[in-house]
T-cell receptor, first 114, second 113 residues
Framework: AQSVTQPDIHITVSEGASLELRCNYS??????LFWYVQSPGQGLQLLLK??????LVQGIKGFEAEFKRSQSSFNLRKPSVHWSDAAEYFC????????????FGGGTRLMVKP | DAGITQSPRHKVTETGTPVTLRCHQT?????MYWYRQDPGHGLRLIHY???????DKGEVSDGYSVSRSKTEDFLLTLESATSSQTSVYFC????????????FGSGTRLTVV
């Protein structure tokens, strides 16, 4: 069975500081990995994805994530956080299952201090 | 943006009544999904569809049924709503994961009183 753990439920960072959100997954084969962002009252927007190749992937809004197979991790990073980045972030894993199903982590809520 | 709409956006219903939520897409994607979002649980899969009249259960399917009679519409029915089904429901679509992952609808906030 596939699963995703996001160890940090809440994170608060100061504007301009760097950010790392953690994601650990369990998957029996090569995973497809995703990060989504959800602003309050909104749907989910794709930030970035990893399928294969370069383990450092770039996404929208200045985010990047690094796939580390040995650690079963796919952590999200941003060098300098903006107040508009305050939102909830979800990591998801999927892959070769017949239904293209994604399993999501519990989410990390990011707050940004001025 | 991909064409995916959910209706209604908000609904309050009484315990024991049937409720149907609709997801409509204009992208002709094969796969459609219903998730529920609850604090601390992220998104959990209720049911999904891999084609017209082809559906299967997800992680939290008890108390829910689905139907897909046309490519563009995926209906989620709560046969007899309970307070534990108060949640935000999201529909998602994809052609294949390797394209853009899922595209999500804006969600339906359902309150069962």
């Amino acid at each position: 069975a596939q699963s995703v753990t996001q160890p940090d439920i809440h994170i608060t960072v100061s504007e301009g500081a760097s950010l790392e959100l953690r994601c650990n997954y369990s998957y029996g084969a090569t995973p497809y990995l995703f990060w989504y962002v959800q602003s309050p009252g909104q749907g989910l927007q794709l930030l970035l994805k990893y399928f294969s190749g370069d383990t450092l992937v770039q996404g929208i809004k200045g985010f990047e994530a690094e796939f580390k197979r040995s650690q079963s991790s796919f952590n999200l990073r941003k060098p300098s956080v903006h107040w508009s980045d305050a939102a909830e972030y979800f990591c998801a894993v999927g892959g070769g299952n017949a239904g293209n199903m994604l399993t999501f982590g519990g989410g990390t809520r990011l707050m940004v201090k001025p | 943006d991909a064409g995916i709409t959910q209706s209604p956006r908000h609904k309050v219903t009484e315990t024991g009544t049937p409720v149907t939520l609709r997801c409509h897409q204009t992208e002709n994607h094969r796969y459609m999904y219903w998730y529920r979002q609850d604090p601390g649980h992220g998104l959990r899969l209720i049911h999904y569809s891999y084609g017209v009249k082809d559906t299967d259960k997800g992680e939290v399917s008890d108390g829910y049924s689905v139907s897909r009679s046309k490519t563009e519409d995926f209906l989620l029915t709560l046969e007899s709503a309970t307070s534990s089904q108060t949640s935000v429901y999201f529909c998602a679509i994809t052609r294949t994961l390797t394209e853009w992952g899922y595209t999500f609808g804006s969600g339906t906030r359902l309150t069962v009183v």
